[in-house]
């Protein structure tokens, strides 16, 4: 099987060759650092470990001049739907026609990134401006929804014309909501402010028959599933929270098959040894994967703290585990 073909059939909850192998990406820190640690300079990871290459598709969905700062006011939202044209051809990526027609005969994943969640769009890139936006959640509700409706009509419109042309695999929204206690909004804001704002969005991929819609967390958002699920939302990719936090053992005892399964691995694990990684595997992969829809891997991007070892095992009880 292809890489789609993996991708759609585990997705399906039918009988793929395997699950995919995928990697989120190692940052150039963490190859220097296990290059010290006697990693060859030739090693080529991705064959080394056989991943199933995954693409994204990078659209431009920022303001377009950038604004003095984030909108607060009704003339900041006027000037905010101003900049964000989804007629602006800068928008797309560079030689599109060209992707496109690579796209069309591709075996790879491709991936349709479509928003940043809540917070980013607000503003909110450090704790100093979280505040802020904190305070206009509070006491200006109006103007935070005007805000996540402008980026949101902007994301359907460009996601209309990819779907067009190009038929993605899946599409994903990435939600940095909170921490391992939970989210810093409410399950009634997160439904009216957010997931409202989406509806455009989400009514496109429809149109176009994708499949596989994404919600990629980096936070305990449990207490908002049942509002995402209702909304159109069918796989969870939980990233850097305690995976006790987001059991997905728990998580497909409440939703079922109503809720696919990306990651669940605690990437912590890699940093003590193949008995504690062989525990966290066993533990989880296996009873998962019996049950269909879900794709392992660890919940977040390699640290440099993680050593190769912990690494390479990790990845080789993983193809150990997968495969039929």
Partial sequence: MTPRQRFHETMRYGQPDRVPWLEEGLRDEVLNTWLRQGLPADADLAALFS?????RIELDLGSRPKLDHPPRTAADLTALRNSLDPGDQGRLPADWSQRVAQWRSRDHILELPLHSGLFLTLGAHDWASLEPVLFLLADQPAIARGIMDAHSHLAAALADKVLQEVEVDFASFSEPIGGSRGPLVSPRMYREIVLESYRPI???????????????????????LPDVLEAGFNCL????????????????????RSLRLIGGIDLDSLRFGAKAIEREIIS?????????????????????????????TYRRLLEKVTQR
Avoid: Q
Avoid at 51 to 55: A, H, M, S
Avoid at 237 to 256: C, I, K, Q, S
Avoid at 303 to 310: D, M
């Fill in 51 to 55: 991943y199933d290459r995954r693409e």
């Fill in 202 to 224: 989400l009514d496109v991929l429809r149109r176009h028959g994708v499949e596989t819609v994404v919600f990629m967390t980096y936070a305990n958002a449990a207490i908002l």
């Fill in 237 to 256: 990719w939980a990233m850097e929270t305690e995976t006790d936090a987001m059991d997905y053992h728990e998580l497909r005892r409440r939703f079922g």
């Fill in 284 to 312: 989880k992969v296996p009873p998962l994967l019996a049950e269909g829809g879900y794709i392992p891997l660890a919940d977040g991007r390699v640290r440099t703290c993680i050593p190769f070892a912990g690494y390479e």
